[in-house]
């Protein structure tokens, strides 16, 4: 898969030089390439934005500049990712569905956002265009939000995560429950022990305790995971909700 990301400040994407996205990279899964936005401008201040049409406060990223930018970094099948607080949730689902996108591109805003014409016209063009937000607060740009995205993407990518069933666990999550709490070594450490049931060696019993903290911890966390989850997904031991 390629990833292209365009930003003002592309440094903040270094961080996807490390762990398991720059592994991913280095072994030839996932072509990343980041982008200054400001080498597309044509003015001596490599200027990028100007003042909101109809007044008010803050900047607008100009449409001109990120036109010619995302014209050249488009390749034929691109998805365009505008990462927006005004977007819809992006979900485990969203990156599931993306991580099978031959090319993503985000295009990442700063100030007040993006003239909405941007993604306006390449909607019109015929390309995918999917804007995103990574939860109900606010960042001062896209580019935080598309590390979040991208590295839920890429660890979806095959060949990726060193262990498929660290996926294949997750997809609890697609049964829509949390995770259950996890332990290792030592047995006591500060007085508190490792539940017993997971030294019993008994893969039965370890299963139905798992099953039941994950859904003892949904309903204590995220009452509202509970209210939504499919009767049918439930086994006849899972506990009363
Ligand atoms: Cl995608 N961008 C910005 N600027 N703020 C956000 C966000 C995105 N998602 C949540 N907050």
Not at 126 to 142: K, M, P, Q, T
Request: charged share 25%.
């Amino acid at each position: 898969m390629r990833i292209d990301v365009v930003s003002i400040f592309p440094a903040y994407l270094a961080a996807l030089d490390l762990s398991l996205v720059g592994k991913a990279r280095t072994a030839g899964l996932l072509d990343l390439r980041v982008h200054d936005l400001r080498d597309w401008t044509t003015d001596r201040h490599r200027t990028v934005d100007d003042t909101p049409a109809g007044g008010g406060a803050g900047m607008v990223m100009r449409p001109d500049v990120w036109g010619t930018a995302l014209d050249d970094v488009l390749t034929e099948g691109a998805t365009l990712v505008v990462p927006t607080p005004s977007g819809p949730s992006f979900t485990q689902r969203t990156a599931e569905e993306w991580a099978t996108r031959p090319q993503l591109v985000f295009a990442c805003g700063r100030y007040e956002g993006i003239d909405a014409r941007v993604a306006e016209h390449y909607r019109s063009a015929g390309v995918r265009v999917e804007e995103a937000s990574i939860g109900d607060y606010v960042l001062n740009g896209g580019e935080v939000a598309a590390l979040v995205m991208i590295e839920a993407v890429a660890r979806l990518l095959p060949g990726v995560l060193g262990n498929p069933e660290s996926v294949v666990e997750e997809s609890h999550s697609v049964a829509g429950l949390l995770e259950y709490p996890v332990y290792t070594k030592p047995p006591t450490w500060r007085d508190l022990e490792v539940p017993p049931v997971l030294m019993s060696g008994h893969h039965g019993k370890v299963a139905r305790w798992r099953r039941d903290q994950a859904i003892e911890r949904t309903a204590a966390r995220r009452p509202d995971m509970v209210a939504a989850l499919d009767v049918d997904s439930l086994d006849k031991k899972d506990r009363a909700l």
